[in-house]
């Protein structure tokens, strides 16, 4: 289904260059709490890697980050930070050649006939005539992907004057039909540099306002709104799930232990195995059912309590007044660097507590680890509302390829194959039936991996592996004996973006990734 459409007053919008987010995190997530910020053109984030501590203490704002970084030496980078409830995806300009600035580019969904592209650009050093050269390419590519869009960031360009830089970059963006909106200093020095460029009128010029009263940078932030128009939001992620945490273990293996005991093979592989995941299925249910889940949009990190919200508010209140004299402007910076100690202060309890609570469960352990250092990243897919058409287009997709592929492969002639045996020793007739103390063995070699959909879960099947080694063991060898694996090999396909600076819009970009069940995997082990 499509996203619903709400009717908000305007979508507002951050111009600034951070001089880097590492070391001000807290407070450039403030920033942008505090003034109901949708989306940011943030510049020199000295980001470093596409994930790391920074990336994920904005994830925990209910903000998401796109980011052109410089991986080989600090300094540097272009953002875009979009609140997470919006219609909005990435995409790859396809532009070689660009030396002379950083950009990275996204797209916001409004409505089925108005999706905003936003480029954030940030360049430095000398005005070099190929810069406008790299300028015109990158326009010419962004006007064939969208109507509307908004161009922003640290140019280093001074437009409060008019000289031949200033000229020639108006003279160029104008034949894009873009107009320049800023005309405020933006630095601490004077000049106007930081800039954003709007080409079809979707700005409202009366909200314009600099903070030049804002310390955090030798750079002043900008904030401004759009006209009033729909936007698609995202609605709330609906999951079905088992709770696994609040059930009775010991009566759900004992009502395992049961059903496996009691479960015996069929005269077909296939129907043995569909009784058995049905039996463990059934027990399952009755532990614990599939429910639906929303998985609702942050707004906060986990760690804001009472205490800290109340800080924020002090701080804000202390903003208000900071201009009045000299006392209020101190006062003020006082009561910022103490929530910003306060911040630090209950992100390191609040992971602390966390770790503390789950000393002795390593997965849990590397599950915190992993947040906190935004390791695991969500699965980006191309923007597609419709879920279903979205897999179907998938499928015939890889389909076509493996098509493809074997179209392109030499075909070999059956008369031509030579059938005279080629090997004089014995024959592999038949398979040798495995004992149970053969497949403990292989299973703790191996491990334990279910597919999304297996008959058990993966936490489940570990605690229970023991009772279940029998019945396994009678599955494995009916498979040997039959020679089948009817109904083993169909797999959950994930599509998994190669890399995640690639276009995700465009379905090559994407490799096919096969969960298949344990009991398959299990009998490929036994055989090999």
């Not at 409060?160 to 020095?189: A, C, M, R």
């Amino acid at each position: 289904s499509l996203p619903k459409l709400v009717t908000v007053s305007q979508l507002k919008i951050l111009v600034w260059n951070a001089r880097s987010i590492n070391n001000k995190c807290a407070d450039t997530m403030c920033l942008l709490q505090d003034n109901s910020i949708d989306m940011a053109f943030l510049t020199e984030t000295w980001l470093t890697g596409h994930a790391n501590s920074t990336t994920a203490d904005i994830k925990s704002y209910g903000y998401v980050i796109f980011h052109e970084y410089r991986s080989d030496y600090k300094g540097g980078g272009a953002a875009l930070l979009f609140k997470s409830n919006l219609q909005f995806h990435s995409i790859q300009l396809k532009v070689s050649g660009i030396t002379t600035f950083e950009f990275t580019s996204a797209i916001i969904t409004c409505t089925s006939d108005m999706k905003i592209l936003l480029i954030s650009i940030y360049r430095t050093g000398p005005v070099l005539k190929k810069f406008y050269e790299d300028l015109d390419n990158l326009l010419g590519v962004a006007r064939l992907r969208s109507d509307y869009m908004l161009v922003g960031g640290d140019f280093n360009i001074h437009m409060e004057s008019i000289n031949e830089h200033s000229s020639e970059l108006k003279q160029l963006t104008s034949s894009y039909g873009f107009d320049q909106v800023i005309s405020q200093p933006t630095h601490i020095n004077g000049g106007t540099i930081d800039l954003l460029f709007d080409n079809s009128n979707i700005l409202d010029h009366e909200t314009l306002h600099v903070k030049s009263d804002f310390s955090l940078s030798d750079h002043f932030p900008l904030l401004c709104s759009t006209k009033t128009f729909h936007v698609a939001q995202k609605k709330p992620k609906v999951i079905i799930t088992r709770d696994l945490k609040r059930l009775d273990k010991n009566q759900l293996s004992s009502d395992i232990m049961n059903a496996a005991s009691n479960s015996k093979t069929l005269s077909q592989f296939s129907n043995s195995c569909k009784k058995f995941f049905d039996e463990m299925n059934s027990v399952l249910d009755l532990h614990a059912p599939l429910t639906p889940k929303t998985i609702s949009f942050v707004a906060n990190a986990p760690w804001f309590d009472t205490e800290y919200k109340n800080q924020r508010k002090l701080r804000r209140k202390a903003e208000k007044h900071k201009n009045k004299d000299e006392y209020h402007m101190t006062l003020f910076k006082e009561i910022r660097a103490e929530t910003t100690i306060m911040a630090n202060l209950k992100k390191r309890q609040y992971y602390s507590n966390l770790l503390e609570k789950n000393k002795g469960n390593m997965r849990a352990v590397y599950d915190v680890v992993n947040r906190e250092l935004d390791r695991k990243q969500e699965n980006t897919l191309p923007p597609e509302p419709d879920i279903p058409q979205l897999s179907k287009s998938f499928n015939e997709y890889f389909n076509e390829k493996i098509v493809k592929i074997r179209e392109v492969l030499p075909s070999i002639n059956c008369g031509q194959i030579e059938t005279e045996p080629v090997y004089s020793d014995s024959y592999l007739n038949e398979f040798v039936p495995c004992t149970e103390d053969e497949l403990r063995e292989i299973i703790k070699e191996t491990g334990i991996k279910c597919a999304p959909n297996d008959f058990l879960p993966e936490i489940i099947l570990k605690e229970n592996i023991d009772g279940l080694i029998p019945i396994l063991c009678q599955l494995v060898n009916q498979s040997l004996s039959t020679g089948s694996i009817e109904g083993l090999k169909i797999a959950d396909i994930i599509p998994t973006l190669k890399d995640i600076k690639l276009d995700h819009e465009d379905l090559k970009n994407y490799r096919p990734i096969s969960n298949l069940s344990f009991l398959g995997k299990l009998i490929e082990r036994v055989v090999l």
